[in-house]
């Protein structure tokens, strides 16, 4: 069975950077793609970017370019999403999800959350 | 970039009751839309997508219509399950915008 599992949560200082892991199993990695949203507390979800697990191609949401950084290790079926720079509004639960990027497909298998926490 | 407008933002409905979700587009995205479902503390859970195909092992009671601007979500009879909060998603082009959900609660 397809599954998407997420490293532990991270307490951060504003400044610093962070790196949550994603790795999937139950399907061929590279024939898809692994998208990230964010939720921050009581709030909705916020698309951050999409990487092509089988070529590393990205596509960055626009607020985010400069600070934000995806890559996949294939030998291990692995995505990652680093975050740089952080500041307390990045206080989020970062998902991880499969998004095939093809046609009208929805995200259909999802992480379980990594808690991010930004403060001083 | 392309906007969502989800209506209701919050409903208030009984076990059995018929419930539909509206999304609306800033601009026309075909048919290129999909929903979730999301309880508190777990992660989204795709119902529909393609505005109208049920995925895989979601109950019949969900349903999706629209193309365009304007698409809607329909759950036949409301069961307890059904408790939480909607969001619309357009996968037509990038950034992969959400709407901003509808929380259905318990009347």
């Known amino acids: 069975q397809v599954q998407l599992v997420q490293s532990g949560a991270e307490v951060k200082k504003p400044g610093a950077s962070v790196k949550v892991s994603c790795k999937a199993s139950g399907y061929t990695f590279t024939n898809y793609g692994i998208s990230w949203v964010r939720q921050a507390p009581g709030q909705g979800l916020e698309w951050m970017g999409w990487?092509?697990?089988?070529?590393?191609?990205?596509d960055y949401a626009q607020k985010l370019q400069g600070r934000v950084t995806m890559t996949t290790d294939t030998s291990t079926s692995t995505a990652y999403m680093e975050l740089r720079s952080l500041r307390s509004d990045d206080t989020a639960v970062y998902y991880c999800?499969?998004?095939?990027?093809?046609?009208?497909?929805?995200?259909?298998?999802w992480g379980q959350g990594t808690l991010v926490t930004v403060s001083s | 970039d392309i906007q969502l407008t989800q209506s209701p933002s919050f409903l208030s409905a009984s076990v059995g009751d018929r419930v539909t979700i509206t999304c609306r587009a800033s601009?026309?995205?075909?048919?290129?839309l999909a929903w979730y479902q999301q309880k508190p503390g777990k992660a989204p859970k795709l119902l529909i997508y393609a505005a109208s195909t049920l995925q895989s092992g979601v109950p019949s009671r969900f349903s999706g219509s629209g193309s365009g601007t304007e698409f809607t979500l329909t759950i036949s009879s409301l069961q307890p399950e059904d408790f939480a909060t909607y969001y619309c998603q357009q996968v037509n082009s990038s950034p992969r915008t959400f709407g901003p959900g509808t929380k259905v609660d318990i009347k």
């Open positions: 999800a499969r998004d095939p990027r093809i046609a009208a497909a929805g995200f259909d298998y």
């Open positions: 990487i092509s697990a089988y070529n590393g191609n990205t």
């Open positions: 601009q026309g995205i075909s048919s290129y």
